[in-house]
């Protein structure tokens, strides 16, 4: 099987990544195309086949994911349309707010069109921990579950339909930058209670990757886990209230629905 990566900024650079280091394809088998010598030279040194040309990297791949800003999709997949071969290849795009109808219009050839997924990674594909969320749009059921496997390959994957896809965008595309914040946040706190910065954060990371991980394990629903180290007139509930009374649970669900306009 190869796969050719089209546009390797942040996302397409991170899925890249990923494909390396999940060892499921073989790197010799990843064509990496973008107009930057710089970025093609930086993947050349993991092995993988690299290009400026997105046509040479559409037509001699099974799999072409196209992976730029969403007001370039068009441009791109149109360039590559007649180039592909629709009875063997299989389209991905990554781009957020790009519907399968707009995709679909602009590669028909023939009144034909390609199997096309749409797919929502988010960066820590890089590290294999993404939470991918996957559309298949006129793909055959081996088709998707190749997809999904290679995804897998990466963290986990939700096979769901487009009507989610923007939920799930500001869910966990956009909700890693939220995880994020929350890490800062929690660091600058630790500096003002006394630690370093770095020790602050390497202290808010574990205790997040902990309840990341026990919450996996149990299966317990997050206010069951709180409830076992929230005594009462303990430290962990006034805190907890203190968070409420600013808003903590209503600020994060306010700011996934904007996110998800």
């Not at 574990?206 to 990341?212: E, F, H, S």
């Not at 669900?253 to 306009?261: H, N």
Request: proline residues 3%; glycine residues 10%; negative net charge.
């Amino acid at each position: 099987m190869k796969i050719s990566v089209i546009g390797a900024g942040a996302m397409g650079g991170a899925t890249v990544e990923g494909l390396v280091r999940s060892q499921y394809i073989n790197p010799q088998d990843i064509t990496v195309s973008d107009p930057s010598q710089q970025v093609v030279a930086k993947f050349a040194k993991m092995g993988v086949s690299v290009t400026t040309d997105n046509r040479l990297a559409a037509e001699t791949a099974d799999i072409v994911c196209v992976v730029v800003k969403p007001w370039l999709v068009e441009q791109i997949v149109k360039d590559i349309k007649d180039v592909m071969d629709y009875q063997k290849q299989q389209l991905i795009v990554v781009a957020a707010g790009v519907s399968s109808a707009s995709i679909t219009e602009w590669m028909q050839k023939e009144g034909k069109m390609v199997p096309l997924f749409l797919v929502i990674p988010n960066i820590a594909i890089a590290q294999l921990s993404s939470m991918t969320f996957v559309v298949p749009v006129g793909a055959t059921n081996e088709q998707t579950q190749t997809i999904v496997g290679i995804f897998n390959e990466m963290g986990q994957t939700l096979l769901t339909d487009e009507k989610h896809l923007a939920a799930g965008t500001t869910l966990a595309s956009c909700g890693i930058a939220y995880a994020m914040r929350y890490i800062r946040a929690a660091s600058e706190g630790g500096v003002e209670l006394g630690f370093k910065a770095d020790d602050a954060k390497r202290i808010v990371m574990q205790t997040m990757k902990g309840a990341v991980e026990l919450l996996q394990a149990s299966g317990m629903h997050p206010e069951a886990a709180i409830d076992l180290v929230t005594t009462p007139g303990g430290v962990t509930i006034k805190g907890l209230n203190e968070m409420e009374h600013a808003g903590f649970t209503s600020a994060v669900i306010r700011g996934l629905k904007a996110g998800a306009k």
